[in-house]
């Protein structure tokens, strides 16, 4: 039977999928790949007490159907949060999605025709490079430093590709490196954008993970011409379980997105909307993040130690100042998904994402991504410890 | 600022959208517009409590990522009541959706390339007209009578279009007519896919919801070559605020929708998993479906009345034996449009779906949905008289 199926696919095969779903099952296996959250630090109690409240006090408005953009409640609430950092909108310029993720495919879907050019930081997120693929855009990769995106080639690929249709970055403990923008690279980045009269997506789903250091505004506090696509997410500060995120940008954009929204999948949970704006208004979330990011920061702390004492000190890893992630770099010419398939799993247990993955073009074999939130600090020693012998006896 | 949009963008325009969420919003319009189900019939006490379960029991679990395809333990339960209507399927077979809707954007973006042809029933669903369109699809239209689609109709478009992508039928209590497909048309339309080598999407939210007459096997039950892509929904049978769905097709589809789905939102909630898991494992599904069966026979019934007494006698009307609409019919000429803006809303406070939006390529303006399930009986009657007799003053 001929499928016909159209050529747009994802970057990732069935046998990659396949091989996914069984890791995440095994339990014998300690796992730093997934982007997850500490499981332990979820506020039971409360999100116990506002579903609670959600279905028996407001059930027959909280389990029907909604308008497309979001709850009226949530969206204002998201905009009062976004206030306080600067970003001046109405509920009307946001958008609430089922997750960050929703954001991407939604943008690329409004933007990009096949053939487009889709300018984005290299290393990239994973999820970015899934969502808008689909739609057969060209990546055009830009390197980073310790201060993100290098602006001179920035500047050089938009002199290149006047055409193209977006700029893609997570500005805040970027995901898979770990690394922050500079104040000075985002007011480039928004003085370049408005010169070559382009549209930023500026993905924040760490930004309230800050442990360490002073916060940086974000790109749509700069953003002058309102032409920064600003997305959110309840994941990492209160549940991913929960599948909620927002989209600030222009009326216009919000319009457009919540039309294609309507098609995709009418609305997100009323639930779980309602529960996420009735915490909201009854509790503090700000000190739940504050215990988030102590956790982190202690989780951090050890992962590191625990690098610098087993590791051979030909790897290297970067020290993220908030976010879950840090990015090691092995020597030219390892290859960390062949040794993870050889060694890591068999031997140590132990996976980590692959870096070549999260490059757009040229995949680099030479990486690893390496979540710290996930596991226990019990866990976070032992694994890592049993990773950094095997490298020892294999570098 | 250009925003260099696709030119992909949804059947809908944004004044449109500011109409329908200004309509939603009015509380002195009676709707009879909206597919929503009746929210004083919800199983408040039973989600309560599973709820409850999955958060106190369950939370650290059941708040966090999963997997892409959705909950083994919910894709399992999929697969069992499936079984029970002849559908032989694994739980590999079942990927869990954001609603029956998400099937129709994952299927339109696995298989529509720009130009690609679409066939399906005129009229036809309007969500799956905003599902596809954005994929710049060509559609070719099948009439439709008393028993479905017209066999000699399709026959004859699968001839002129022997690359079409997919066949598309809502074969139960279609939505917007009403009509519900024959057990001879439905053998015929799998004779036809399988000579033809076409998928089949059979969208099948309001199956359940029988309240007259003997059940016809799905689609899928009769499916020799795996060819049919099945979509169900918990939100007419439970609840549409828990965006809760599922396809079931062959294998190497449910892998390919997957993959897709992992770029849009990743996965859907699991905490809304979990709970409908718990709600199918502790509570009798099926007697709660008996209920909702009653209660939409009596408003069916007291709708159909209402129009009896009331409306002058050249509206025509369908009787459907379940599911949540009526389709009315008017003369020759009569915009239905036209007349809600200027007189049913102004006048009788009165809104219902005009039907052009319902037909893919040539729009007609003498038809209107009505939906018996949302309003209360008062609310019924009320609307509906005023309705009935501001058209017999205009007609």
Known sequence: MSLRYAERMTNMNPSALRQLLQLGADPEVISFGGGYPDASIFPL???????????????????????PNGLPRLRQQVAERA????????SDEVLILQGGQQG????????????????????????ALAAFTPYEPRYVTVPMDAEGMDMAALERALKANPEAKFIYSVPEFQNPTGVTMSLARRKSLIELANRFDMIIIEDTPYREIRFQGEAIPPLKSMDTENRVIHLGSFSKILAPGLRLGWAIASDEIIQRMTMLKLGVDTQCSTLNMKAVSLFLENFDIESHIVTIRQTYLRKKNL??????????????????????????TFPEGFDTALFMKQR???????AYVPGAAFFANEPKTNHARISYSTQTDEAIVKGMTALGQLLKESI
């Open 344 to 350: 890591a799993l068999p031997e140590a247990r132990v």
């Open 83 to 90: 206030a306080t950092v600067g970003i001046d909108c109405t």
């Open 303 to 328: 992962m590191l130690e625990t690098i610098r004492q087993t590791f051979p000190q030909q790897v290297s890893f970067t020290e993220p100042s908030g976010g879950l992630f840090t990015w090691l």
């Open 104 to 127: 991407l495919d939604l943008a690329a879907k409004m933007m990009i025709n096949k053939g487009d050019v889709v300018i984005m930081e290299d290393p990239t997120f994973l999820g």
């Open 45 to 67: 109690e409360h999100l116990s007490f506002v579903f609670n409240a959600a279905i028996n006090d407001h059930g027959r408005e909280a389990l029907q159907y909604t308008v």
